[in-house]
């Protein structure tokens, strides 16, 4: 069981803003570490969407963006569009474990 | 062009062995950490180890600690995942990353991945 939570599915109409959350502890996000997300899409490589909380990188629309606040993140789509339709999923680093670097549970997304 | 390439995937019995292999392109390879992830089938993405680019600094998931070993030859631009002991829940796909960034590293490059299959 991952130390990051999202929940398991988010939809939304086209052209519509969602937000997909991600809820940590004190030891990773409430600690500062950075929030990465990536997009998994059905049969295609994982890509990352935002990385050091809120940039993305060269190549990924202006339409995703990212926060963090206390010991949570959010990534949120606006103008939603069919291939958007993924997985996605938080990462960051939790000093609490031996293994520190961690991802968050999963978000599907349906549009 | 940044490009990643697993190989030595398949399937084997439990208790059994494998190697994965990631060759890399398109950047010097020895000023980047790397690491490998995984995707069981119908899971999550799963963090599974990480290692330096100087080897120096690895790091484990408990899940794999102690039976799975990641190393890495720069001269090679490579980097392996020797798995023991395998277990039915190390089923999976496995992706080669890049690591980008300071001590919060994201994984900014993937390659297509591996799969294995561990069952009797």
């Given at each position: 069981q991952s130390v990051l939570t999202q929940p398991p599915s988010v939809s939304g109409a086209p052209g519509q803003r969602i937000t997909i959350s991600c809820t940590g502890t004190s030891s990773n996000i409430g600690a500062g570490y950075d929030v990465n997300w990536y997009q998994h899409l059905s049969g295609r490589t994982p890509k990352l969407l935002i990385f050091g909380n809120n940039n993305r990188p060269s190549g990924v629309p202006d339409r995703f963006s990212g926060t963090k606040s206390g010991t949570s993140a959010s990534l949120v789509i606006s103008g939603l569009q069919a291939d958007d339709e993924a997985d996605y999923y938080c990462q960051s680093y939790d000093s609490s474990l031996s293994g520190p670097y961690v991802f968050g549970t999963g978000t599907k997304v349906t549009v | 062009e940044v490009q990643l390439a697993e190989s030595g995937g398949g399937s084997v019995q439990p208790g059994g062995s494998l190697r994965l292999s990631c060759v890399a392109s398109g950047?010097?390879?020895?000023?980047f950490g790397m690491n490998w992830v995984r995707q069981a089938p119908g899971k999550g993405l799963e963090w599974v180890a990480h290692i330096s680019l100087s080897s120096s600094i690895i790091y484990y998931a408990d899940s794999v600690n102690g039976r799975f070993t990641v190393s890495r030859d720069n001269a090679k631009n490579s980097v392996y995942l020797q798995m023991n002991s395998l277990r039915a829940e190390d089923t999976a796909v496995y992706y080669c990353t890049r690591a980008k960034g300071g001590l919060i590293y994201h994984f900014d490059y993937w390659g297509q991945g591996a799969p294995v299959t561990v069952s009797s």
């Open positions: - | 950047f010097t390879f020895n000023s």
